[in-house]
């Protein structure tokens, strides 16, 4: 029998697992007359796409999407998005309305520019760096609660920036009037790719731009 070098090593490699579907059901702990699927954890775990966590998650959905990515990054990965030409991108996600009551909306600020990378085996880096070729600033802008649908992707506005300008800053954090000034103008998800691949910095100054990768088309569903 072949020995697998990183049992060896005291290492036991993960193995890939195909997505959930959502209709597998749970066993071994419920009676046939009460069964409960992957589903029924999905509802309870993002039930509401307006929440601060769920709301990153959804604008990483949206730029994976945007640039036709095909595998989702792991969730210790030390950037958000892996294009199929190993295009590194960044998501950062804001909006102006949150999921509780407000007096007003809310300041606009996107943080954690940097931070210190993690891998199984080399444990945490020393010291945080700046990870992705291009970041994306996703901003949420509807304006009151009363307007505010999580399914309407109208209503995001992406800023983007190359990795080496963001990093020049040095800054952990970056408020809207700052963003506004370095990135330009904002896009609609129609045009998020061009403008990640315009910004490549990958790319030599004088190379025609790349043509993007269609985006997927766009279904989000609030389960």
């Known amino acids: 029998m072949e020995t697998n070098p990183d049992d060896v ?14 209709d597998e059901p749970f066993t071994g702990a419920h009676s046939p ?6 589903l029924d954890f ?14 990153g998650l959804l604008a990483e959905f949206l730029v ?24 590194r991108v960044e998501v950062k996600a804001s909006a102006y309305v949150q999921a ?8 606009i600020r996107f943080t954690r520019l940097r931070g210190r990378t993690w891998t199984p085996r080399g444990g945490d880096a020393a010291e945080p760096t700046y990870n992705a070729d291009v970041y994306v600033f996703a901003l949420h802008t509807a304006p009151d609660h009363a307007g505010y649908d999580p399914l309407e992707v ?18 952990d954090s970056l408020g809207l009037a700052t963003l506004r ?6 896009v609609a998800f129609e045009a998020l790719a061009a403008r990640v691949r315009s910004l490549d910095p990958r ?17 989000v569903t609030l389960i």
């Open 9 to 22: 090593l005291g290492w036991r490699a993960a193995p890939v697992l195909d997505p959930l579907r959502g």
């Open 33 to 38: 007359a009460d069964p409960f699927t992957v």
């Open 42 to 55: 999905w509802r309870y775990a993002m039930p509401d796409l307006r929440t601060n966590t769920t709301r």
């Open 64 to 87: 994976h999407r945007a640039m036709g990515a095909r595998v989702r990054n792991v969730e210790w990965e030390s950037f958000d998005v892996l294009t199929d030409d190993s295009l």
């Open 100 to 107: 509780w009551d407000q007096r007003g909306p809310s300041p």
């Open 154 to 171: 109208s209503q995001w506005s992406f800023y983007v920036m190359p990795g080496p300008q963001v990093e020049a800053l040095a800054q």
């Open 181 to 186: 000034r370095l990135a330009g103008t904002p």
């Open 203 to 219: 790319r030599p100054p004088d190379a025609p731009q790349a043509a993007p990768v269609p985006a997927a088309r766009v279904a």
